[in-house]
């Protein structure tokens, strides 16, 4: 076969071409990856904090009682929604300091998994939707909400440079959870109970600013401004004022009859895991572990164990 027919026979076969990668592929990628990245950035395992809102009905003794039980779970899913919509506002505000953090580099929005502009977007409509909820439920748990929702809104933007008052508004925001679940079912809320539910935070936001300091050293203040005011020996008196206070006002509730009957036996025995669970966390504070208090009271058994010792003698105390 002469060359030219060679030529020829080869341009007469189809030629096969390799298939092409569907279109849609990286934006399907794309969005699959941003799903559990928005889910992270929620922080759905901050949630436990907001179970604060039954303290005040449980400890009441009428949590079950009526509409209660409902009032105060829908009280929870508000407080789910507005505090995951700040911590989207909060993180793509701090998104430069948080890509030098460490730790926080890791976060959806740092490491460019969640752009700053839908973060912002989805903030906006958790907050929203957490305060219309609340109206719905009760106007006073609405304005409560609302006011959370302010508290952390100039956090965000102005004081947590701000020293001492960076420290106090994350503790009053656990101060309004507690405060919220007696609103929203118009229950009155004992001074003592309201004394605890305002100095424990603070005991345990101090403890964050110090574990903070202490785990970041001389790069502290490039994560966090108010790190560079601070010393350990401040904090370290903030911790102690809080915690006695706490103690002590926890007991004054304990030793204290409610609703015209003397104080229970169990009720005053709840007590004992109360000081030692504060005893337990100010020695992990000491050790540097306060730096997320969640991982703490979910990773450590004998807190566990005294926060369960503690629900039980309530529930006895006040249920039976």
């Not at 096969?16 to 592929?25: E, G, H, K, Q, V």
């Not at 405060?179 to 004992?190: C, F, M, N, Q, W």
Request: contains cysteine; hydrophobic residues 50%.
């Amino acid at each position: 076969m002469s060359p030219r027919s060679e030529t020829q026979r080869r341009r007469a076969q189809p030629v096969r071409r390799r298939p092409l990668a569907r279109a849609d592929t990286a934006p399907e990628a794309a969005r699959a990856s941003l799903a559990p990245a928005l889910w992270r950035t929620a922080r759905p395992r901050q949630w436990t904090k907001n179970v604060l809102v039954a303290a005040a009905p449980a400890a009441a003794g009428v949590i079950g009682h009526g509409d209660v039980l409902l009032r105060t779970a829908a009280a929870f899913v508000a407080f789910c929604l507005v505090s995951s919509g700040t911590y989207f506002l909060n993180d793509a505000s701090d998104v430069e300091a948080d890509r030098n953090h460490p730790a926080k580099r890791h976060r959806p929005i740092a490491a460019g998994l969640v752009p700053v502009r839908l973060a912002v977007l989805v903030g906006a409509a958790c907050l929203v939707a957490g305060i219309a909820l609340a109206f719905v439920v009760q106007w006073k748990l609405g304005a409560i909400v609302a006011a959370y929702v302010a508290l952390t809104a100039a956090y965000t933007f102005r004081l947590k440079h701000v020293p001492v008052f960076d420290i106090a508004i994350v503790a009053s925001g656990f101060f309004i959870r507690a405060v919220a679940g007696g609103l929203a079912s118009d229950l009155p809320i004992s001074r003592w109970f309201a004394i605890v539910s305002a100095f424990g935070p603070l005991y345990m936001v101090a403890g964050k600013r110090y574990a903070e300091l202490v785990a970041l050293g001389p790069e502290a203040a490039r994560t966090r401004a108010t790190l560079g005011v601070y010393t350990k020996g401040y904090l370290t008196q903030i911790i102690t004022i809080a915690g006695g206070v706490t103690i002590l006002a926890f007991c004054l509730w304990a030793f204290e009859g409610h609703g015209g009957h003397p104080a229970s036996t169990w009720t005053t025995l709840s007590v004992v895991p109360v000081v030692l669970a504060i005893m337990r966390y100010g020695l992990l504070i000491d050790q540097g572990h306060g730096e997320e208090p969640e991982e703490i009271v979910l990773g450590d058994r004998q807190l566990q164990l005294l926060g369960l010792s503690f629900v039980l003698l309530l529930v006895l105390g006040v249920y039976l």
